[in-house]
């Protein structure tokens, strides 16, 4: 069964850092990163980063130069590296991935179980 787990949340202070981690697990022939999204308590699930066609990130324009995408394939893992952290980036975090299960099956989106983001002092 093709997982993606999420791990990494916790309780920061403002201005502090956290390293989100996504890991792929199970057994699937081929896994494309889409990106992580984060919804706060009584707000729609909105875009953090997502990695374009071209292979590139977008992020959204209120963690521009305080969140960082990157991806290690040989794990099957991605990142999103959070610095100068804001009550406001307080969330739950989901990684997205579309994974081919098998050469012949279509792919699908998955997405991770979420993990909770808590900025406060």
């Known amino acids: 069964q093709v997982q993606l787990v999420e791990s990494g949340g916790g309780l920061v202070q403002p201005g502090g850092s956290l390293r989100l981690s996504c890991t792929a697990s199970g057994t699937f022939f081929s896994i494309v990163p889409k990106g992580w999204y984060r919804q706060a308590p009584g707000k729609q699930r909105e875009l953090v980063a997502v990695?374009?066609?071209?292979?590139?990130?977008d992020y959204t324009d209120s963690v521009k130069g305080r969140f960082t995408f990157s991806r290690d394939n040989a794990k099957n893992t991605t990142y999103l590296e959070m610095n100068s952290l804001k009550p406001e980036d307080t969330a739950v975090y989901y990684c997205?991935?579309?994974?081919?299960?098998?050469?012949?099956?279509?792919?699908?989106?998955?997405w991770g179980q979420g993990t909770q983001v808590t900025v406060s002092s």
């Open positions: 997205n991935a579309r994974i081919r299960p098998t050469r012949i099956s279509m792919p699908y989106d998955y």
């Open positions: 990695v374009t066609n071209g292979g590139s990130t």
